[in-house]
Structure formats: C-alpha cells, structure tokens
C-alpha cells in the first residue's frame, strides 16, 4: 500500500522557516519524481515545487516560492523534504506531498500538513 505521510506543519511569524518531511512507503521511492502541493483556505490547489527522481540535480519551483523554498530527497530513507524560509502570510496553506505519474498530475497524495504563518 503507498503511504504518504507529511510532517513538520506549525505555525510561525512572518520572516521565520520551516521543514516539512514527507516519508514514503509501499513503493520504490527513488523511481518517481515527486512534488510539493499547497491549498490555502479558500482556494484551488497549488503546485509548489517537483523533484525529479534521480534528486538534486533537477528540482522545479512555482514563482510565488522560488529562492525561499528548497525542495530535496533522501532515497536511502524514502524521505522528500521541503525547506521554507522567509514565510510570509500568504504561504499559509495545507502543504501536500504528492507522487508524480506525469508532470503536473498525482496519483498518490499525502494527508496535508498545516502551515500557518502570521505575526
């Protein structure tokens, strides 16, 4: 069974980070490129960020994130990560980790994470 499972959601003040985690089961990790979702209250989901497979070398990044944000991998621990810095209140959203079969469409999500920034 694939299992998603997200962690590290908190709330924070504006300026401040955070890590999420994402450890994966019941599927060969390293063989799928995998992606950061995020659905703020109210509205439609939104791409954040994709890793391909092989990991560091390839990673894609929406333009409202990209020079905060990091995506990265781990394939010996099944893990995808997501480093936010400098969080702003419009990054507050519920943060899903999502497996790739295409570019820009999932077949497996996470359950969300929550991520709430405000002062």
């Known amino acids: 069974e694939v299992q998603l499972v997200e962690s590290g959601g908190d709330m924070v003040q504006p300026g401040g980070s955070l890590r999420l985690s994402c450890a994966a089961s019941?599927?060969?990790?390293?063989?799928?490129?995998m992606s950061w979702v995020r659905q703020a209250p109210g509205k439609g989901p939104e791409w954040v960020s994709r890793?391909?497979?092989?990991?560091?070398?390839?990673?894609y990044y929406a333009d409202s994130v990209r020079g905060r944000f990091t995506i990265s991998r781990d394939n010996a621990k099944n893990t995808l990560y997501l480093q936010m810095n400098s969080l702003k209140p419009e990054d507050t959203a519920l943060y899903y980790c999502?497996?790739?079969?295409?570019?820009?469409?999932?077949?497996?999500w996470g359950q969300g994470n929550q991520v709430t920034v405000s002062a």
């Open positions: 999502a497996r790739d079969f295409r570019v820009g469409a999932y077949d497996y």
């Open positions: 019941g599927f060969s990790f390293s063989n799928y490129d």
């Open positions: 890793i391909i497979m092989g990991g560091g070398e390839r990673q």
